[in-house]
């Protein structure tokens, strides 16, 4: 049984101005091969510690645009804030079992000569030292999934547009 849901306080793009994580990954694929990923919610599951992606707003996608993560036993129910079509999705935590008081996450997909960069950016809130470890923990994760997720795009790329 998972625990019950808190409200977050409601934040967004100036709460990502100070004190974010950085994680950046180089990918040999057009920008729009990962934007696909990142649009499937199956993909998440097998590219991050995640059990269960479930988008609960109708397609098209947009600012305001909702879902409901699971990771384990955590709910995290998240509202995108920020939504550029191929390139930038963010969102903030609105509620989760998690013992945070904010959190949010910002995917960018930029074009490079060869490909495309994948940059996230992090920040979650909690009282010390947990906020500290929990920003750890989403930072690594990221570090250790992103080439999960282009071995994810190399091994059905159909899957993903190319």
């Not at 101005?17 to 950046?24: H, I």
């Not at 993909?43 to 947009?62: D, E």
Request: hydrophobic fraction near 45%; glycine fraction near 8%.
């Amino acid at each position: 049984m998972s625990k019950p849901l808190r409200a977050h306080t409601a934040v967004g793009e100036e709460y990502l101005a100070k004190g974010t994580v950085e994680v950046r990954h180089a990918f040999p694929f057009p920008p729009s091969a990962v934007w696909a990923a990142l649009l499937d919610g199956e993909a998440w599951t097998q590219w991050l510690p995640i059990t269960k992606v479930t988008w609960t707003s109708a397609k098209p996608f947009a600012v305001g645009t909702t879902r409901t993560v699971e990771v384990g036993p955590q709910v995290i129910e998240e509202t995108f804030f920020a939504w550029d079509e191929g390139s930038r999705m963010a969102f903030r935590f609105e509620r989760s079992s998690l013992p945070l008081s904010a959190a949010v996450e910002d995917y960018r997909v930029v074009p490079t000569a060869g490909g495309c960069e994948l940059v996230w950016l992090g920040k979650a809130s909690a009282p010390f030292p947990l906020g500290w470890l929990i920003n750890r923990q989403l930072a690594g994760g990221l570090r250790s999934g992103m080439p999960k997720l282009q071995a994810l795009i190399a091994s059905d790329p159909k899957r993903f547009g190319l």
